[in-house]
């Protein structure tokens, strides 16, 4: 229930910024773009969906603001930066709902597209850096959560992956945005081993 609530929130702040015009610090924007993302409220579901359970002792949260796990938090952080980089990215994009891009090139002015892409990208690798490191060490969470996690994550790279964009166009893929890599992978899933 939580975590609506901090959804319907969080786009309540996209809507005030939109309306008023206002292009947030980039901290900002993503501090609220991991929200919005959806992907905390995802995987709290798959969270309880996946038969895990939590001591009651942390579910009192007396409607104080409960910070997110961190491997979560790091989940939607990558998912949130992948969106944005893609989105800043497409010439469809219309531009009203900002970027993390949007967002860092105003903050630091004179900046060229390129480098603030240098940029999200190793906040990306950072960030799976530490989602590895949250993996490897103890943690409330079971190892099918963590595994579903991190490949929710891998998921957000091969949807939005614009370095292999040419070369699945050569191959004559009509989707731009990397989903022909998702679903050679998926293929590759469902794949009847036994005709080989």
Same mark, same amino acid.
């Given at each position: 229930? #939580?975590? %609506?609530?901090?959804?319907?929130?969080? !786009?309540l702040? &996209? !809507?005030? %910024?939109?309306?008023?015009?206002? @292009?947030?610090?980039?901290?900002?924007?993503?501090?609220?773009?991991i929200?919005?993302?959806?992907a905390?409220? *995802?995987?709290?579901?798959?969270f !309880?969906?996946m038969?895990?359970?939590?001591?009651?002792?942390?579910?009192?949260?007396?409607? =104080?603001? *409960? /910070?997110? /796990?961190?491997?979560?938090f #790091? *989940?939607?952080?990558? #998912?949130?930066? %992948?969106?944005?980089?893609?989105?800043?990215?497409? =010439?469809?994009?219309?531009?009203?709902?900002?970027?993390?891009? &949007?967002?860092?090139?105003?903050e630091?002015?004179?900046?060229?597209?390129?480098?603030?892409? &240098?940029? *999200?990208?190793?906040?990306?690798?950072?960030? %799976?850096? @530490?989602?590895?490191?949250? $993996? @490897? $060490? /103890?943690?409330?969470?079971?190892? /099918?959560?963590?595994?579903?996690c991190?490949?929710?994550?891998?998921?957000v +790279?091969?949807?939005y992956?614009? =370095?292999?964009?040419h070369?699945?166009?050569?191959k004559?893929? =009509?989707?731009?945005?990397? #989903?022909?890599?998702?679903?050679?992978?998926?293929? +590759?899933?469902?794949?009847?081993h036994?005709?080989?």
């Amino acid at each position: 229930m #939580l975590q %609506w609530a901090n959804l319907c929130n969080a !786009f309540l702040v &996209e !809507f005030q %910024w939109n309306a008023s015009g206002t @292009l947030p610090k980039a901290d900002d924007y993503l501090k609220n773009g991991i929200i919005t993302s959806g992907a905390p409220l *995802v995987l709290a579901h798959l969270f !309880f969906l996946m038969g895990q359970n939590i001591a009651n002792q942390s579910m009192d949260s007396k409607k =104080e603001e *409960v /910070p997110l /796990p961190n491997t979560i938090f #790091l *989940v939607a952080e990558i #998912l949130r930066l %992948w969106d944005d980089l893609g989105c800043a990215q497409d =010439e469809n994009q219309n531009g009203y709902d900002g970027s993390y891009v &949007e967002c860092y090139l105003r903050e630091n002015q004179g900046s060229s597209y390129q480098s603030a892409r &240098e940029h *999200v990208m190793e906040f990306i690798s950072k960030s %799976w850096k @530490l989602l590895n490191k949250e $993996c @490897l $060490c /103890p943690c409330p969470f079971s190892t /099918p959560f963590l595994e579903a996690c991190v490949n929710a994550a891998k998921m957000v +790279s091969l949807m939005y992956n614009y =370095e292999d964009k040419h070369d699945y166009q050569k191959k004559n893929y =009509e989707d731009k945005h990397g #989903l022909g890599l998702l679903q050679d992978h998926m293929k +590759s899933l469902t794949y009847d081993h036994e005709t080989l």
